[in-house]
T-cell receptor
Framework: DSGVTQTPKHLITATGQRVTLRCSPRSGDLSVYWYQQSLDQGLQFLIQYYNGEERAKGNILERFSAQQFPDLHSELNLSSLELGDSALYFC????????????FGSGTRLTVV | SQKIEQNSEALNIQEGKTATLTCNYTNYSPAYLQWYRQDPGRGPVFLLLIRENEKEKRKERLKVTFDTTLKQSLFHITASQPADSATYLCALTGGGNKLTFGTGTQLKVEL
C-alpha cells in the first residue's frame, strides 16, 4: 500500500457518459497530481493541485476537470466520454520540498464502450 | 520542443549482469531527475532522485549518473535478478514541481 488511495479500481461506462475518479493523497502530502496512461502515449500529466489550489495544467481536455477539497482529497471528472478516453488514470501525491519523488496510487482503469 | 527519450526497445539481460538504461533529454534545464519502476497495470514506484550538482547516486544495487552537459542520465542495476524485470521511467521537471515522464524502457532479466 503506497498510501495514495484511488477509487474505483475499474470503471466501465458508455460513450457520452460522465464519471468521477477519486484520490486520497498520502497523509501529510499537500500536492496531488493526475496522470493519464494509455498504451501508446505513456504517462501524460493532466493537472496538479496544491492545498486546494490549481498549480499546473498539462494537456488536459476541456471535457475533463478536477478539484482538491479542504480535506485534500481530489476528484477528476471526465465528461462526454469517448472511446479514446479509455486509459489508466493515476493520482500521485508529494510533500513539500524536492527530496522525494511522487507516490502513486494503483490507478483507475477506465474503459469506455 | 522538450523531449525525454528512453530506448523503446526492451532490454534483455542475463541474471547477475549489470543492466544499464539511458535517458536523454532536450530543451530542459532540470534541477533534478528521477527514476521510477513500473510493473504492468500498477502505479510507478519512486526509486532515486539525483540533483543537477550530483554526478552519481547509489541505493543498494542501483546507481544513477546525471550529466547535465550531455543532457543524459544512466541508470544501472547491478547483479540483476528476474524480480528486477519491469519498465523503468525517467522523469524531469520542466518548471514548478510538475514531473514529465519518458516513455520508459522495459527490462527483462532472464535466468
Amino acid at each position: 500500500d503506497s498510501g495514495v488511495t484511488q477509487t474505483p479500481k475499474h470503471l466501465i461506462t458508455a460513450t457520452g457518459q460522465r464519471v468521477t475518479l477519486r484520490c486520497s493523497p498520502r497523509s501529510g502530502d499537500l500536492s496531488v497530481y493526475w496522470y493519464q496512461q494509455s498504451l501508446d502515449q505513456g504517462l501524460q500529466f493532466l493537472i496538479q493541485y496544491y492545498n486546494g489550489e490549481e498549480r499546473a495544467k498539462g494537456n488536459i481536455l476541456e471535457r475533463f476537470s478536477a478539484q482538491q477539497f479542504p480535506d485534500l482529497h481530489s476528484e477528476l471528472n471526465l465528461s462526454s466520454l469517448e472511446l479514446g478516453d479509455s486509459a489508466l488514470y493515476f493520482c500521485a501525491s508529494s510533500g513539500q520540498g524536492t527530496n522525494y519523488g511522487y507516490t502513486f496510487g494503483s490507478g483507475t482503469r477506465l474503459t469506455v464502450v | 520542443s522538450q523531449k525525454i527519450e528512453q530506448n523503446s526497445e526492451a532490454l534483455n539481460i542475463q541474471e547477475g549482469k549489470t543492466a544499464t538504461l539511458t535517458c536523454n533529454y532536450t530543451n530542459y534545464s532540470p534541477a533534478y531527475l528521477q527514476w521510477y519502476r513500473q510493473d504492468p497495470g500498477r502505479g510507478p514506484v519512486f526509486l532515486l532522485l539525483i540533483r543537477e550538482n550530483e554526478k552519481e547516486k547509489r541505493k543498494e544495487r542501483l546507481k544513477v549518473t546525471f550529466d547535465t552537459t550531455l543532457k543524459q542520465s544512466l541508470f544501472h542495476i547491478t547483479a540483476s535478478q528476474p524480480a528486477d524485470s519491469a519498465t523503468y521511467l525517467c522523469a524531469l521537471t520542466g518548471g514548478g514541481n510538475k514531473l514529465t515522464f519518458g516513455t520508459g524502457t522495459q527490462l527483462k532479466v532472464e535466468l
